[in-house]
């Protein structure tokens, strides 16, 4: 029969320490940024216990493998089966995330008279060179979409204008729904705040508001989403 050891409520207030500093880096990352350090605290203190259970029973001579797991069985698999079962229950009762969700965005005719200008002004999220960039403006000036192009090679393709639609309508589908129903500003997007220097980026300020390169974006983005001021966007990409 195992033995019965003192409780350390020293430690055990230690381990709660550690729970919560590993809660709040979860919760607040700027706040308490070592915060993920609680999670080594708390493994050296249950390792600790459980060491001092071991040596105690192998000094007793009676220290076995099945009844030291069975006790971390009967101690861990309670909390388990109840985080498996809410779960599970949460899992058949939430939406799918894999669901189709349909998003509006200008349609890709009228983008096609803005394309020059956030190819030639990257008028964004400092756009070009790397593929993994969430917006990412592919064509003449910059990153390619085929390996058998060169930026200032061959002029922009028609699959890159598509690449480029997709992506900007991609960098915040939710926000850009939104924005198409009525139920937010332009403003809020991305898309003219980075190049407006209203949120910082590595490419600084790209356009003033009410400049040829803010109007090209905006009437894209306006109540009629096909309304485009064609010749305020000729113009902004004229001046990059």
Known sequence: MAARHAYRPDLDG???VAVLAVLAFHAFP???PGGFAGVDVFFVISGFLISG???EALRAGRFSFADF???RVRR???ALVLVLAACLGLGCTLPDPSATVVATCPSRASFTSVAPFLETGCGTIDCHGQPSRPLRIMGYNGLRLSPTDIPGGNPTTVAEVDANWESVCGLQPELMTQVEEGQAP???LLLLMKPLGQTNHKGGTVIMPGDDGDTCLTSWLGKDFD???VAACA???AAQ
């Open 30 to 32: 700027k706040a308490l």
């Open 235 to 237: 113009r902004a990409s």
């Open 76 to 78: 861990i698999f309670p």
């Open 186 to 188: 332009a403003g809020e």
């Open 69 to 71: 797991y069975w006790r």
């Open 14 to 16: 230690l381990r709660a």
């Open 53 to 55: 259970i071991i040596f």
């Open 227 to 229: 309304d485009v001021d």
